[in-house]
């Protein structure tokens, strides 16, 4: 079943008196329940492809549908309850409310969505026990290590119950056994059927995930379904 869908899809920007070409002539579909890494060098475009595919940013040209419904031309106000609704973003720096306990911040998407507090409470519960932190729910986010503050952001993405799980550099603060631990947990909550698209730099971290498509200049120079870790087999250039 297909999720997302770009067809045409450019970005461009104007910087002084120069136009900046961030995404080109985009042609992408990504069904449901795929894990799926985007990769790239600095400046291939990966940045500008999140920003649009979580509704952050809008196309220049080109038509994003996701789920159905084209997102391409939709106000600030829509993009917003459409990424409130659909996306759960994890982030390199996670994110989290200093002041506030782990629970509290897994609660906080569903206050925008007006949940009552019993409700929240439950909802949050259950995604903590999911990244198997049942029992930090109390702790603030400066008495969690690293992996535990990523696990309480993985956590409040899954809270919303996401068409999609989008993480940008999920593991870039991490050292590398507690990464390992991060990627199992992407890992399996893949196979209990989460749609996963990362962005990532490092070719180890696409690895764990079953499609990688590659940008380079903005534009798609390689699409490979990744069946086993290390044998990809090139796909849809």
Do not use: W
Not at 83 to 103: C, D, V
Not at 173 to 186: C, H, P, R, V
């Amino acid at each position: 079943m297909s999720l997302i869908q770009f067809k045409d899809i450019c970005k461009y920007y104007t910087m002084g008196d120069q136009e900046v070409r961030a995404l080109q002539h985009i042609d992408l579909t990504i069904n449901a329940n795929e894990y799926i890494a985007f990769t790239g060098s600095s400046g291939s475009g990966k940045s500008t492809m999140m920003n649009i595919l979580g509704c952050l940013d809008k196309p220049t040209i080109g038509q994003y549908s996701l789920n159905g419904k084209d997102v391409s031309q939709l106000s600030q106000d829509q993009l917003s309850d459409i990424r409130n609704k659909e996306i759960g973003f994890i982030f390199q720096s996670f994110n989290l409310l200093p002041r506030a306990t782990a629970l509290h911040n897994v609660m906080l998407p569903l206050v925008y969505k007006g949940i009552p507090l019993k409700q929240r409470e439950e909802l949050a519960m259950s995604a903590m026990s999911k990244v198997s932190l049942s029992d930090r729910c109390d702790h603030l986010p400066n008495q969690l290590s690293g992996g535990q503050r990523q696990r309480v952001a993985i956590a409040r993405a899954l809270v919303t119950n996401p068409s999609i799980l989008l993480a940008d550099e999920p593991t870039g603060n991490l050292d590398s056994q507690t990464t390992k631990d991060i990627m199992a947990l992407f890992d399996q909550l893949h196979e209990e059927g989460q749609t996963i698209i990362m962005v990532t730099h490092e070719d180890e971290i696409a690895k764990h995930c079953h499609r990688v498509v590659r940008l380079s200049d903005g534009k798609v120079v390689l699409d490979q379904m990744n069946t086993k870790a290390d044998s990809l087999e090139t796909i849809n250039v």
